[in-house]
């Protein structure tokens, strides 16, 4: 067996196996260099769930042509220069991959001009073979089409779920990233239909409610925390706005999206401690620590980082979380005063994203019977607790979740069996009349 090395277009297309797993990581790479370039307004679009078209466009810095000729180049980044950056590090992208390994496995399109310069660049790229380079007139700031995305790696294509799932994470992605940066004004267009728009004002609160509407704004508790280096600010849904899964939860770490146990745990413990576990709350985390205490190399898609202390992390969420949704010096009873109809958000399916307004994926509400909180808490012994319980009495088919109700093939049957009853009787009743009266 001899040894060789592999070529550039073989690397880049080893490499998307990790960076580019479906069209929403191509949106989440192409949306961060945008954030990167300091874009105050980014527009996404997709047609058939981002596997035939994706497009974003930023009005960032853009590049230079001698810049966009390296930047489809692997590992040619303007982010960092030696290993070291990587602790300061202010960026979203460091690793100078996304564009070479997306540009290998679709049919890729860069269009970028920087303000002062006359012409842009626009670079063309199939399938990872060599680039086309011209001069082409076009708005300040970066434009990257992908189109067919894994047309020359058909195994990687056939781990796509329908469109309409891939649809649906990358508007969970758009979202996401949506909420960390409220500066920055979102449009999203999936199949010509405007699914996500922000304002861009600077505002979270206003974003939260751009994205999931008035009813969940209305709900929100703000949530702030200041410990020696942990800064912890942003929103939370009362206990009485508890979604089916934890979806609905961002977490942002120095400006990056993660994904991370111990906080989502610390948020699950303060929820806990004050009422039945039944759901969960919506929550946008903003959490700001020192860049040296989190090492933001860990995960081939940069979803997750390394804290130095873990466990400070999770006391502080939880503090932050509590605090929040029991005010200081507010007790047991209060809280479940403001607990006043708990909804049950009851899905089958753990959710796969969240959706542009509200009603979309509200599912089946069943209301559960219940006194008012605040005489439930004075008349039980363990206060609030008792009055967020659901009642036993079985609900009626009508609010009855999915999971409990009939079968079509039964429903039928039932149907049949209550109609055939009245006739039951009355053949009955035909029967025993005239032995009556005969006696
Ligand atoms: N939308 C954009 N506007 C301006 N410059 C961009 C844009 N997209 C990419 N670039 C430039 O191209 C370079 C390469 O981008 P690429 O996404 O491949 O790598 P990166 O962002 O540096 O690191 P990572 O692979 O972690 O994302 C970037 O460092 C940046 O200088
Ligand atoms: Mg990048």
């Known amino acids: 067996m001899t040894i060789h090395v592999l070529d550039d277009n073989t690397i880049n297309k080893i490499a998307a196996g990790e960076v580019v797993e479906r069209p929403a990581s191509v949106i989440k790479e192409l949306i961060e260099n945008a954030m990167d370039a300091g874009a105050t307004r980014i527009e996404v679009e997709i047609m058939a769930g981002g596997t035939s078209f994706m497009r974003v466009t930023d009005n960032g810095r853009g590049m230079s042509a001698e810049d966009a000729h390296l930047a489809i180049l692997r590992h040619a980044t303007s982010k960092i220069r030696e290993v070291g950056d990587l602790n300061t590090i202010g960026t979203l992208g460091f690793r100078g991959e996304a564009l070479p390994t997306i540009a290998s496995v679709s049919r890729f399109t860069l269009l970028t001009r920087r303000e002062g310069d006359d012409l842009g660049t626009r670079v063309t790229i199939t399938g990872g073979r060599e680039p086309d380079f011209i001069e082409a007139g076009c708005n300040i700031g970066t434009t990257v089409k992908v189109e067919d995305l894994f047309f020359n790696t058909p195994a990687r294509k056939k781990f796509l779920k329908t469109n309409h799932t891939e649809g649906a994470r990358i508007n969970d992605f758009i979202v996401k990233l949506a909420l960390s940066r409220p500066d920055i004004e979102f449009h999203f267009i999936n199949n010509n239909k405007m699914s996500v728009v922000t304002p ?133 009873g209060e809280v479940a005063a403001v607990v006043e109809k708990p909804e049950q958000h009851v899905t089958m399916e753990p959710m796969q994203f969240v959706p542009a307004t509200e009603p979309l994926a509200e599912p089946i509400i069943p209301q559960w019977p219940q006194a008012s909180s605040a005489q439930a808490a004075a008349a039980s012994p363990i206060g609030a607790q008792s009055s967020l319980r659901p009642s036993t009495r079985p609900c009626t088919a009508r609010h009855r979740p999915p999971h409990l109700r009939w079968p079509a093939s039964l429903m039928h049957k039932r149907v049949c069996a209550a109609s055939a009853r009245p006739l039951l009787l009355c053949t009955i009743s035909m029967r025993l009349i005239p032995c009556w009266k005969a006696r």
């Open 200 to 332: 861009g004002t600077g505002n979270l609160y206003d974003t939260i409610q751009a994205i999931y509407g008035d009813k969940t704004a209305d709900s929100l508790l703000g949530l702030t925390l200041e410990d020696e280096d942990i800064k912890i600010s942003g929103y939370i849904t009362k206990p009485s706005m508890l979604k089916s899964s934890r979806a609905w939860q961002t977490y942002i770490v120095n400006s990056r999206i993660i994904q991370n146990r111990a906080i989502a745990k610390a948020i699950d413990n303060a929820y806990k401690s004050l009422i039945p576990k039944s759901g969960f709350p919506l929550a946008v985390l903003c959490i700001e620590v020192p860049q040296r205490t989190i090492d933001v190399n860990v995960h081939p898609q940069k979803s997750e980082l390394k804290f130095e202390d873990e466990s400070r992390i999770f006391k502080a969420v939880y503090k932050a979380v509590l605090d929040a949704i029991r005010p200081a010096g507010r007790g047991l």
